[in-house]
């Protein structure tokens, strides 16, 4: 069973950083890609970076380009979300999915994903 489970979510002040766990379990690591997603009250679920952990290639939206890094550490199936610089509208539920590699054909499709953690709430204040 596909298990995934985020965390590190919080409040903080606007040019702070957080950092978001991913761990993950139930499925061959190096085979899938991992994307982190989020959603605003009223707003569409976005897709904000992904990273397929066999080759290290990643995806970026335009939105987080240059402050947010994704990575992965292979040996405890784990990737993160290193967020820096952040601004109130970075503030949502942000979401880790996972996919088969060859699955995904475009990153910033959710429904290119089928598997889905919990949810962890980033609150950026002003």
């Known amino acids: 069973e596909v298990q995934l489970v985020e965390s590190g979510g919080g409040l903080v002040q606007a040019g702070g950083s957080l950092r978001l766990s991913c761990a993950t379990s139930?499925?061959?690591?190096?085979?899938?890609?991992i994307g982190w997603f989020r959603q605003a009250p009223g707003k569409e679920r976005e897709g904000v970076s992904c990273?397929?952990?066999?080759?290290?290639?990643?995806y970026y939206s335009d939105s987080v380009k240059g402050r947010f890094t994704i990575s992965s550490d292979n040996a405890k199936n784990t990737v993160y979300l290193q967020m820096n610089s952040l601004k109130p509208e970075d503030t949502a539920v942000y979401y880790c999915?996972?996919?088969?590699?060859?699955?995904?054909?475009?990153?910033?499709?959710?429904?290119?994903?089928?598997?889905w953690g919990q949810g962890t709430q980033v609150t950026v204040s002003s």
């Open positions: 990273i397929s952990s066999s080759d290290g290639s990643t």
């Open positions: 139930g499925f061959t690591f190096d085979d899938y890609a």
């Open positions: 999915a996972a996919e088969h590699r060859h699955l995904v054909v475009d990153p910033r499709r959710a429904a290119d994903f089928g598997s």
